[in-house]
């Protein structure tokens, strides 16, 4: 099993999603799309339309190559979304995407809606991806090739009282040093990207493993941070299986590596340990 965030205790999580680019389905067009919304996700009844998705391949020497489209400008991107908004369901012809979303507070106690834990979210991507395979086979529309597979986490972090603006993100994140000159005033803001190179026990390139970090701050004059940590490479083979492997192998990357980018006393104020 893969290591995992306690399933129940952390707020800090906001949204889980897992995608898979594939070669295009060309006759996927907007009837099928609402075909597709009628037979297959019934339970998402909120339908939008949205500018479509340009996702990347990861080169083995660093390059990101544009996941090929014969048709972007009529590749037209569907959310479909549960009544609370927490669940969604994004297609166009090329690229599919599952999202778990932190929406609103339980009304019965006010608490925040828990982390349903990587098992159950994987179960609803692989349930979801096929009926987007059943569909495209039963219609006609194509063989599921798959070429890019991604995994992401994002986590927002107030400050709350462990840290009170930007100039302090030594205690949150452990690249920073708590020793600064005497020069320059303490840090406005700040955007960040780490990358890391995934490669399995042969030393073989899986994919890429991603860190974004950014400062934000409220209309209250509240500050929080924003991180995304993000796994994205190339399946092994051309099953479903082969994508639920890498997402399995990037999700290990990303709970590890946010162990390690975190201080322990982030890890341990934001339960995320």
Not at 19 to 37: A, C, K, N
Not at 90 to 101: G, Y
Request: negative net charge; proline residues 6%.
């Amino acid at each position: 099993m893969p290591v995992d965030l306690e399933s129940s205790s952390t707020t800090a999580l906001v949204e889980v999603a897992f995608s898979v680019g594939f070669e295009e389905l060309h006759r996927m067009l907007r009837y099928e799309l609402d075909d597709l919304r009628d037979q297959k996700y019934a339970r998402f009844p909120n339908d939008e339309e949205k500018a479509p998705h340009k996702p990347f391949i990861e080169a083995p020497d660093g390059v990101l190559v544009a996941l090929p489209s014969a048709s972007p400008i009529t590749n037209i991107r569907r959310w479909f979304s549960s009544e609370d908004g927490s669940g969604l369901v994004q297609v166009q012809r090329n690229w599919f995407a599952r999202n778990w979303r932190v929406t609103r507070p339980d009304t019965s106690n006010g608490a925040v809606i828990p982390y349903p834990g990587y098992a159950s979210l994987r179960s609803d991507f692989a349930e979801s991806l096929q009926g987007l395979i059943d569909f495209a086979d039963a219609t006609g529309l194509g063989e599921f090739k798959p070429l890019q597979c991604e995994i992401s986490y994002r986590f927002q972090l107030p400050a709350e009282g462990l840290w009170n603006g930007p100039g302090e993100l030594d205690r949150v994140a452990g690249m920073f040093s708590a020793n600064r000159g005497s020069y320059l005033p303490d840090m406005e803001a700040m955007r960040i990207i780490t990358q890391y190179a995934m490669a399995d026990e042969a030393g073989k390139r899986r994919g890429r493993l991603y860190g974004r970090l950014e400062t934000g701050a409220a209309e209250d004059g509240s500050h929080f941070l924003i991180l995304t940590m993000f796994a994205r490479g190339t399946p092994g083979g051309h099953r479903p299986e082969d994508v639920y492997s890498f997402q399995d192998e990037g999700q290990q990357w990303i709970v590890n590596g946010l162990r390690e980018l975190l201080t322990p006393e982030a890890l341990a104020w934001y339960d995320l340990g």
